[in-house]
Protein backbone atom coordinates (compact mmCIF):
# COMPACT_ATOMS: atom_id res chain seq x y z
CA UNK A 1 0.00 0.00 0.00
CA UNK A 2 2.33 2.46 0.97
CA UNK A 3 4.47 1.73 -2.78
CA UNK A 4 0.62 2.39 -4.37
CA UNK A 5 0.95 5.77 -2.45
CA UNK A 6 4.48 6.42 -3.39
CA UNK A 7 3.82 5.77 -7.24
CA UNK A 8 0.38 7.94 -6.76
CA UNK A 9 2.51 10.96 -5.90
CA UNK A 10 5.05 10.96 -8.30
CA UNK A 11 2.33 10.48 -10.92
CA UNK A 12 0.84 13.55 -9.25
CA UNK A 13 3.91 15.88 -9.18
CA UNK A 14 4.51 14.74 -12.88
CA UNK A 15 1.18 16.13 -14.06
CA UNK A 16 1.71 19.21 -12.40
CA UNK A 17 5.09 19.77 -14.47
CA UNK A 18 5.12 21.66 -17.39
CA UNK A 19 5.25 20.02 -21.19
CA UNK A 20 8.15 20.46 -22.03
CA UNK A 21 9.30 20.85 -25.62
CA UNK A 22 9.96 17.48 -27.30
CA UNK A 23 8.98 17.91 -30.57
CA UNK A 24 10.06 21.07 -32.11
CA UNK A 25 10.15 21.53 -35.99
CA UNK A 26 13.71 20.78 -37.84
CA UNK A 27 16.36 23.64 -37.44
CA UNK A 28 16.22 26.62 -39.54
CA UNK A 29 20.14 26.52 -39.92
CA UNK A 30 22.97 28.00 -38.19
CA UNK A 31 24.24 24.96 -36.21
CA UNK A 32 27.92 25.96 -35.58
CA UNK A 33 29.52 29.41 -34.62
CA UNK A 34 29.70 31.30 -38.06
CA UNK A 35 33.16 33.06 -38.52
CA UNK A 36 33.09 36.39 -38.53
CA UNK A 37 34.43 36.56 -42.35
CA UNK A 38 31.50 34.63 -43.50
CA UNK A 39 29.60 37.03 -46.15
CA UNK A 40 25.94 37.86 -45.59
CA UNK A 41 23.44 37.17 -47.74
CA UNK A 42 20.98 39.34 -49.68
CA UNK A 43 17.56 40.03 -48.54
CA UNK A 44 15.25 40.66 -51.28
CA UNK A 45 12.78 43.42 -50.53
CA UNK A 46 9.52 43.06 -48.96
CA UNK A 47 6.80 45.85 -47.71
CA UNK A 48 3.99 44.66 -45.39
CA UNK A 49 0.85 46.10 -47.33
CA UNK A 50 -0.81 47.07 -44.10
CA UNK A 51 2.09 47.56 -42.25
CA UNK A 52 1.32 45.35 -39.12
CA UNK A 53 3.83 42.41 -40.23
CA UNK A 54 1.42 40.06 -38.99
CA UNK A 55 1.05 37.66 -41.72
CA UNK A 56 4.30 37.20 -42.03
CA UNK A 57 6.67 34.28 -40.26
CA UNK A 58 4.28 31.20 -38.08
CA UNK A 59 0.93 32.05 -36.50
CA UNK A 60 -0.07 31.25 -33.07
CA UNK A 61 -0.85 27.90 -32.35
CA UNK A 62 1.85 26.59 -34.84
CA UNK A 63 4.71 24.80 -33.38
CA UNK A 64 8.49 26.19 -33.15
CA UNK A 65 11.38 24.93 -35.41
CA UNK A 66 14.71 24.65 -33.47
CA UNK A 67 17.49 26.62 -33.92
CA UNK A 68 20.87 27.94 -32.23
CA UNK A 69 22.50 31.43 -32.22
CA UNK A 70 25.46 33.16 -30.81
CA UNK A 71 25.82 36.30 -28.93
CA UNK A 72 28.65 38.90 -29.80
CA UNK A 73 31.46 37.03 -27.56
CA UNK A 74 30.42 33.63 -29.30
CA UNK A 75 27.85 31.75 -26.29
CA UNK A 76 25.29 30.46 -27.98
CA UNK A 77 21.48 29.91 -27.64
CA UNK A 78 19.33 26.98 -28.32
CA UNK A 79 15.49 27.10 -28.17
CA UNK A 80 15.11 23.17 -27.41
CA UNK A 81 17.40 23.49 -24.53
CA UNK A 82 15.49 26.96 -23.36
CA UNK A 83 12.70 25.42 -23.41
CA UNK A 84 13.76 22.24 -20.99
CA UNK A 85 14.29 24.70 -18.58
CA UNK A 86 10.78 24.76 -18.03
CA UNK A 87 10.18 28.28 -18.79
CA UNK A 88 8.15 29.76 -21.50
CA UNK A 89 10.53 31.83 -24.31
CA UNK A 90 9.75 35.53 -25.64
CA UNK A 91 11.91 36.17 -28.57
CA UNK A 92 12.45 39.72 -29.68
CA UNK A 93 13.67 40.72 -33.26
CA UNK A 94 15.30 44.38 -33.80
CA UNK A 95 18.30 46.40 -35.11
CA UNK A 96 20.07 49.18 -34.25
CA UNK A 97 18.95 51.13 -36.92
CA UNK A 98 14.89 50.57 -36.04
CA UNK A 99 14.07 53.79 -33.84
CA UNK A 100 10.75 51.70 -32.45
CA UNK A 101 13.21 48.71 -31.35
CA UNK A 102 15.20 51.23 -29.51
CA UNK A 103 12.24 52.66 -27.66
CA UNK A 104 11.63 49.29 -26.72
CA UNK A 105 14.38 49.23 -23.79
CA UNK A 106 12.88 50.34 -21.04
CA UNK A 107 10.40 47.93 -21.78
CA UNK A 108 12.16 44.79 -22.28
CA UNK A 109 14.21 45.52 -18.97
CA UNK A 110 11.52 45.93 -17.08
CA UNK A 111 10.12 42.23 -18.58
CA UNK A 112 13.27 40.98 -17.29
CA UNK A 113 12.73 42.31 -13.84
CA UNK A 114 9.52 41.63 -13.34
CA UNK A 115 9.49 37.83 -14.74
CA UNK A 116 13.32 36.70 -13.71
CA UNK A 117 12.61 33.60 -13.04
CA UNK A 118 9.33 32.90 -15.20
CA UNK A 119 10.16 33.24 -18.68
CA UNK A 120 13.51 33.18 -20.96
CA UNK A 121 14.12 36.64 -22.96
CA UNK A 122 15.81 36.85 -25.55
CA UNK A 123 16.88 39.38 -28.80
CA UNK A 124 17.81 38.73 -31.89
CA UNK A 125 19.73 41.18 -33.76
CA UNK A 126 18.80 40.85 -37.12
CA UNK A 127 19.47 43.20 -40.51
CA UNK A 128 19.72 47.05 -40.42
CA UNK A 129 15.97 48.31 -40.45
CA UNK A 130 17.01 51.46 -41.71
CA UNK A 131 20.74 51.24 -43.35
CA UNK A 132 22.68 54.71 -43.83
CA UNK A 133 23.73 53.97 -47.25
CA UNK A 134 20.93 51.86 -48.56
CA UNK A 135 17.38 51.92 -48.72
CA UNK A 136 15.03 49.86 -46.23
CA UNK A 137 14.06 46.41 -47.20
CA UNK A 138 10.80 47.47 -45.27
CA UNK A 139 10.59 49.96 -47.36
CA UNK A 140 12.17 49.30 -50.67
CA UNK A 141 12.89 52.29 -52.55
CA UNK A 142 12.80 54.27 -49.22
CA UNK A 143 14.16 54.74 -45.78
CA UNK A 144 13.07 56.08 -42.54
CA UNK A 145 16.83 58.05 -41.36
CA UNK A 146 15.78 60.97 -39.47
CA UNK A 147 15.57 59.61 -35.69
CA UNK A 148 19.07 58.14 -36.74
CA UNK A 149 20.50 61.24 -38.07
CA UNK A 150 19.75 62.79 -34.64
CA UNK A 151 21.42 60.33 -32.89
CA UNK A 152 24.11 59.63 -34.76
CA UNK A 153 22.92 55.93 -35.70
CA UNK A 154 24.74 55.23 -38.83
CA UNK A 155 25.42 52.11 -39.88
CA UNK A 156 25.48 50.60 -43.11
CA UNK A 157 24.14 47.20 -44.00
CA UNK A 158 26.28 44.22 -42.21
CA UNK A 159 28.05 42.37 -45.50
CA UNK A 160 29.91 39.92 -43.24
CA UNK A 161 28.66 38.04 -39.74
CA UNK A 162 31.62 40.09 -37.92
CA UNK A 163 30.36 43.55 -38.74
CA UNK A 164 27.15 42.61 -38.07
CA UNK A 165 28.53 41.54 -34.69
CA UNK A 166 30.38 44.69 -34.34
CA UNK A 167 27.10 46.82 -35.12
CA UNK A 168 25.41 45.01 -31.94
CA UNK A 169 28.09 45.79 -30.16
CA UNK A 170 28.01 49.16 -30.13
CA UNK A 171 24.33 49.12 -30.13
CA UNK A 172 25.05 46.76 -26.58
CA UNK A 173 28.12 49.61 -25.32
CA UNK A 174 25.47 52.41 -25.84
CA UNK A 175 21.83 50.84 -25.05
CA UNK A 176 21.34 49.33 -21.53
CA UNK A 177 19.72 45.77 -22.05
CA UNK A 178 19.30 43.66 -19.58
CA UNK A 179 18.23 40.62 -21.84
CA UNK A 180 21.04 38.71 -23.99
CA UNK A 181 21.11 39.46 -27.34
CA UNK A 182 22.11 37.15 -30.06
CA UNK A 183 22.94 37.54 -34.27
CA UNK A 184 20.89 36.24 -36.77
CA UNK A 185 22.97 33.85 -39.07
CA UNK A 186 24.93 35.48 -42.12
CA UNK A 187 22.00 34.24 -44.70
CA UNK A 188 19.33 36.06 -41.99
CA UNK A 189 17.85 32.72 -40.63
CA UNK A 190 15.96 33.52 -38.25
CA UNK A 191 14.57 36.99 -40.20
CA UNK A 192 13.68 34.49 -43.36
CA UNK A 193 11.24 32.33 -41.01
CA UNK A 194 9.96 34.55 -38.24
CA UNK A 195 9.92 37.94 -40.25
CA UNK A 196 10.64 39.67 -42.32
CA UNK A 197 9.74 42.21 -39.62
CA UNK A 198 12.02 44.99 -38.00
CA UNK A 199 10.67 44.51 -34.42
CA UNK A 200 8.87 41.82 -33.80
CA UNK A 201 7.82 39.20 -30.79
CA UNK A 202 7.54 35.52 -30.83
CA UNK A 203 6.08 34.17 -26.97
CA UNK A 204 6.19 30.20 -26.74
CA UNK A 205 4.93 28.49 -24.28
CA UNK A 206 7.10 25.31 -22.78
CA UNK A 207 6.23 23.20 -24.84
CA UNK A 208 7.25 24.89 -27.82
CA UNK A 209 3.88 26.00 -29.45
CA UNK A 210 3.41 29.85 -29.91
CA UNK A 211 1.46 31.28 -27.42
CA UNK A 212 1.34 34.66 -28.76
CA UNK A 213 2.33 36.84 -31.72
CA UNK A 214 3.23 40.69 -31.98
CA UNK A 215 4.04 42.14 -35.65
CA UNK A 216 5.74 45.15 -34.45
CA UNK A 217 6.65 44.61 -30.33
CA UNK A 218 3.66 45.58 -28.08
CA UNK A 219 2.31 48.55 -29.79
CA UNK A 220 -2.03 48.49 -30.13
CA UNK A 221 -4.35 46.43 -29.68
CA UNK A 222 -1.40 44.17 -28.00
CA UNK A 223 -0.61 44.27 -24.55
CA UNK A 224 2.96 41.93 -23.71
CA UNK A 225 2.12 41.81 -19.65
CA UNK A 226 -1.32 40.48 -20.42
CA UNK A 227 -0.19 37.97 -22.86
CA UNK A 228 2.26 36.47 -20.39
CA UNK A 229 0.42 36.59 -17.19
CA UNK A 230 -2.34 34.45 -19.71
CA UNK A 231 0.23 32.15 -20.05
CA UNK A 232 1.17 31.84 -16.78
CA UNK A 233 -1.80 31.31 -15.25
CA UNK A 234 -1.51 35.22 -13.53
CA UNK A 235 -4.83 36.02 -15.23
CA UNK A 236 -4.52 39.71 -17.14
CA UNK A 237 -4.77 43.26 -15.94
CA UNK A 238 -7.36 44.72 -16.35
CA UNK A 239 -6.19 48.23 -18.95
CA UNK A 240 -6.41 51.67 -18.03
CA UNK A 241 -9.91 52.90 -19.08
CA UNK A 242 -10.01 54.16 -22.43
CA UNK A 243 -11.78 57.88 -21.45
CA UNK A 244 -9.10 59.82 -22.12
CA UNK A 245 -8.76 62.74 -25.03
CA UNK A 246 -6.13 64.07 -26.88
CA UNK A 247 -4.94 67.65 -28.33
CA UNK A 248 -2.89 68.15 -31.49
CA UNK A 249 -0.27 70.69 -32.07
CA UNK A 250 1.22 71.32 -35.33
CA UNK A 251 4.75 72.02 -35.36
CA UNK A 252 5.43 72.02 -39.12
CA UNK A 253 2.71 71.21 -41.53
CA UNK A 254 5.43 71.96 -44.91
CA UNK A 255 8.24 70.05 -45.35
CA UNK A 256 10.59 71.79 -48.04
CA UNK A 257 13.44 70.64 -49.50
CA UNK A 258 15.80 69.88 -52.56
CA UNK A 259 14.55 67.31 -55.50
CA UNK A 260 15.53 63.59 -54.48
CA UNK A 261 15.44 64.19 -50.55
CA UNK A 262 13.63 62.65 -48.14
CA UNK A 263 11.65 65.74 -46.08
CA UNK A 264 9.30 65.76 -43.20
CA UNK A 265 6.40 67.48 -41.61
CA UNK A 266 5.30 66.90 -38.19
CA UNK A 267 3.81 67.68 -35.17
CA UNK A 268 2.46 66.04 -31.59
CA UNK A 269 -0.30 64.21 -29.81
CA UNK A 270 -0.60 64.91 -26.47
CA UNK A 271 -2.94 63.51 -23.97
CA UNK A 272 -3.14 65.50 -20.57
CA UNK A 273 -6.41 63.67 -19.13
CA UNK A 274 -6.61 61.22 -16.29
CA UNK A 275 -7.24 58.23 -18.79
CA UNK A 276 -5.87 56.67 -21.81
CA UNK A 277 -6.87 57.14 -25.70
CA UNK A 278 -7.14 54.76 -28.37
CA UNK A 279 -6.44 56.89 -31.43
CA UNK A 280 -7.22 55.86 -35.63
CA UNK A 281 -5.44 57.77 -37.48
CA UNK A 282 -5.94 57.58 -41.01
CA UNK A 283 -4.50 58.98 -44.16
CA UNK A 284 -7.32 60.21 -46.43
CA UNK A 285 -5.78 61.78 -49.06
CA UNK A 286 -2.27 61.02 -50.46
CA UNK A 287 -1.41 63.87 -53.57
CA UNK A 288 1.93 62.60 -54.61
CA UNK A 289 2.73 64.51 -58.27
CA UNK A 290 4.41 61.37 -59.30
CA UNK A 291 5.36 57.43 -59.18
CA UNK A 292 8.32 58.52 -57.64
CA UNK A 293 6.47 60.40 -54.56
CA UNK A 294 5.62 58.63 -51.97
CA UNK A 295 4.27 59.04 -48.27
CA UNK A 296 4.47 57.20 -44.90
CA UNK A 297 3.55 58.23 -41.63
CA UNK A 298 5.41 57.77 -38.00
CA UNK A 299 3.86 57.56 -34.86
CA UNK A 300 5.17 55.22 -31.93
CA UNK A 301 6.18 53.38 -35.41
CA UNK A 302 7.14 54.04 -38.93
CA UNK A 303 4.41 52.87 -41.46
CA UNK A 304 5.25 51.40 -45.18
CA UNK A 305 4.01 53.84 -47.55
CA UNK A 306 1.62 51.54 -48.82
CA UNK A 307 -0.16 51.43 -45.32
CA UNK A 308 -2.90 54.19 -44.65
CA UNK A 309 -3.98 53.47 -41.39
CA UNK A 310 -2.40 52.52 -37.74
CA UNK A 311 -3.81 52.73 -34.07
CA UNK A 312 -1.95 54.53 -31.26
CA UNK A 313 -2.53 53.85 -27.76
CA UNK A 314 -1.59 57.49 -26.32
CA UNK A 315 -1.47 56.52 -22.47
CA UNK A 316 -2.49 59.39 -20.22
CA UNK A 317 -0.21 62.27 -19.51
CA UNK A 318 1.93 61.24 -22.28
CA UNK A 319 3.10 62.93 -25.49
CA UNK A 320 3.40 61.27 -28.98
CA UNK A 321 5.25 62.87 -31.83
CA UNK A 322 4.03 62.23 -35.49
CA UNK A 323 6.08 63.08 -38.75
CA UNK A 324 5.02 63.27 -42.21
CA UNK A 325 7.58 61.70 -44.50
CA UNK A 326 7.83 62.85 -48.38
CA UNK A 327 9.91 60.70 -50.51
CA UNK A 328 10.90 62.58 -53.50
CA UNK A 329 12.42 62.49 -57.04
CA UNK A 330 14.68 64.34 -59.37
CA UNK A 331 12.11 66.72 -60.36
CA UNK A 332 10.79 69.81 -58.65
CA UNK A 333 7.37 69.18 -57.39
CA UNK A 334 4.59 69.08 -54.45
CA UNK A 335 2.77 67.17 -52.83
CA UNK A 336 -0.09 66.84 -49.97
CA UNK A 337 -1.19 64.55 -47.38
CA UNK A 338 -4.53 64.73 -45.29
CA UNK A 339 -4.45 62.93 -41.84
CA UNK A 340 -7.54 62.58 -39.39
CA UNK A 341 -6.96 61.54 -36.00
CA UNK A 342 -9.67 60.33 -34.10
CA UNK A 343 -10.83 58.96 -30.91
CA UNK A 344 -12.02 55.78 -30.83
CA UNK A 345 -13.90 56.30 -27.56
CA UNK A 346 -14.92 59.87 -28.37
CA UNK A 347 -16.32 60.57 -32.11
CA UNK A 348 -15.97 64.64 -30.97
CA UNK A 349 -12.50 63.99 -30.17
CA UNK A 350 -11.40 64.28 -33.77
CA UNK A 351 -8.43 66.60 -35.83
CA UNK A 352 -7.77 66.86 -39.39
CA UNK A 353 -4.47 68.29 -40.60
CA UNK A 354 -3.12 68.79 -43.98
CA UNK A 355 0.50 67.99 -44.58
CA UNK A 356 2.70 69.50 -47.53
CA UNK A 357 5.98 68.79 -49.05
CA UNK A 358 7.77 70.75 -51.39
CA UNK A 359 10.62 70.32 -53.33
CA UNK A 360 12.92 73.31 -55.36
CA UNK A 361 16.19 73.86 -56.60
CA UNK A 362 16.86 75.64 -53.73
CA UNK A 363 15.31 73.78 -50.74
CA UNK A 364 12.88 76.73 -50.54
CA UNK A 365 9.04 76.55 -51.02
CA UNK A 366 8.19 79.42 -54.35
CA UNK A 367 4.99 81.26 -52.56
CA UNK A 368 1.84 81.25 -54.90
CA UNK A 369 0.98 84.43 -53.82
CA UNK A 370 2.65 87.03 -52.94
CA UNK A 371 2.82 88.71 -48.92
CA UNK A 372 2.22 92.00 -50.97
CA UNK A 373 -0.61 90.66 -52.44
CA UNK A 374 -2.94 89.79 -49.32
CA UNK A 375 -4.43 92.26 -47.27
CA UNK A 376 -5.32 92.08 -43.25
CA UNK A 377 -6.88 94.98 -41.67
CA UNK A 378 -7.22 96.02 -39.30
CA UNK A 379 -3.28 94.89 -38.24
CA UNK A 380 -2.46 95.05 -35.54
CA UNK A 381 -6.00 94.52 -34.22
CA UNK A 382 -7.91 92.93 -31.79
CA UNK A 383 -8.32 89.99 -33.17
CA UNK A 384 -10.72 90.51 -35.40
CA UNK A 385 -10.38 91.49 -38.98
CA UNK A 386 -10.59 91.55 -42.72
CA UNK A 387 -9.04 89.07 -45.69
CA UNK A 388 -8.44 90.34 -48.92
CA UNK A 389 -6.35 88.42 -51.51
CA UNK A 390 -5.53 90.55 -54.50
CA UNK A 391 -3.94 87.94 -56.91
CA UNK A 392 -4.81 85.83 -59.87
CA UNK A 393 -2.57 83.31 -59.10
CA UNK A 394 -4.95 81.11 -57.19
CA UNK A 395 -8.26 79.38 -58.53
CA UNK A 396 -10.43 81.34 -56.09
CA UNK A 397 -13.57 78.90 -57.00
CA UNK A 398 -11.52 76.40 -54.79
CA UNK A 399 -11.88 76.50 -50.68
CA UNK A 400 -8.80 78.71 -49.07
CA UNK A 401 -7.95 77.88 -45.55
CA UNK A 402 -6.17 80.60 -43.31
CA UNK A 403 -4.49 79.03 -39.83
CA UNK A 404 -3.57 80.97 -37.66
CA UNK A 405 -0.79 80.01 -34.92
CA UNK A 406 1.03 80.96 -31.87
CA UNK A 407 4.75 81.16 -32.28
CA UNK A 408 5.16 77.95 -30.85
CA UNK A 409 3.91 76.72 -33.38
CA UNK A 410 0.50 75.13 -31.84
CA UNK A 411 -2.63 75.81 -33.81
CA UNK A 412 -4.76 78.49 -32.57
CA UNK A 413 -7.85 78.60 -35.16
CA UNK A 414 -9.06 77.62 -39.00
CA UNK A 415 -11.27 79.85 -40.89
CA UNK A 416 -11.65 78.44 -44.67
CA UNK A 417 -13.18 80.76 -47.66
CA UNK A 418 -14.21 81.14 -50.99
CA UNK A 419 -12.87 83.76 -52.99
CA UNK A 420 -10.53 86.64 -53.35
CA UNK A 421 -12.65 88.21 -50.37
CA UNK A 422 -12.94 90.34 -48.19
CA UNK A 423 -13.19 87.89 -45.41
CA UNK A 424 -14.18 88.04 -42.26
CA UNK A 425 -12.47 86.32 -39.18
CA UNK A 426 -12.54 86.26 -35.50
CA UNK A 427 -10.26 84.87 -32.92
CA UNK A 428 -12.07 83.58 -29.93
CA UNK A 429 -10.37 85.39 -26.63
CA UNK A 430 -7.02 86.06 -28.01
CA UNK A 431 -4.28 86.74 -25.98
CA UNK A 432 -2.57 89.67 -27.05
CA UNK A 433 1.31 89.08 -28.81
CA UNK A 434 2.50 88.25 -31.95
CA UNK A 435 0.85 85.40 -34.55
CA UNK A 436 1.63 83.83 -37.69
CA UNK A 437 -0.91 82.82 -40.34
CA UNK A 438 -0.56 80.79 -43.55
CA UNK A 439 -2.65 80.80 -46.50
CA UNK A 440 -3.39 77.21 -48.25
CA UNK A 441 -5.34 76.04 -51.10
CA UNK A 442 -6.78 72.65 -51.24
CA UNK A 443 -3.48 71.09 -51.88
CA UNK A 444 -0.74 74.14 -51.80
CA UNK A 445 0.75 76.30 -49.74
CA UNK A 446 0.06 80.05 -50.56
CA UNK A 447 2.35 82.44 -48.51
CA UNK A 448 2.16 83.47 -45.10
CA UNK A 449 2.90 86.18 -42.64
CA UNK A 450 2.47 87.96 -38.96
CA UNK A 451 -0.88 88.86 -37.18
CA UNK A 452 -0.38 91.25 -34.37
CA UNK A 453 -2.87 91.25 -31.46
CA UNK A 454 -3.15 94.41 -28.91
Known sequence: MQTIRHLLLILLCYCALPTLAQNLLPSIGVGSLPNDADPTCYFQCSIDPDGTFMQVGP??????????????????????????????????????????????????????????????????????????????????????????????????????????????????????????????????????????????????????????????????PNNIYNDIDSLLGNGSNPPNPLDGTFTWSIADSMAYGTPGQEIIAYGNLKNLSSGDAMIEIVREVNNMPSQGWASSMCVDLCLPPTADTTLLLLEKDSIEDFHMHFYTDQVPNTGSVKISFRNLNDPNNRVEQWFYGTTTATGIAPLAVQPSDVLIYPNPGNGQGQLQINSNAVDFTTSIAMKVYHLNGQLVEQFNFTGQGPHAFALRQPAPGIYSYQLFGEAAYLTSGKLVVR
Not at 153 to 168: C, E, F, H, S, V
Not at 205 to 220: E, L, P
Request: proline fraction near 6%.
Open 59 to 220: QVGEMMPDFTLYDINNNPFNLQAALQLGKPVLLLGGSYTCGYFRSKRNLINNIVATYPNEITVAIVYTIEAHPENDSSIYFCDFNQLQSNLNQGILYDMATTYGQRKATATDMLNNLNFNAPVYLDGPCNEWLSYFGPAPSNAYLVDTSGVIFAKHGWFNTA
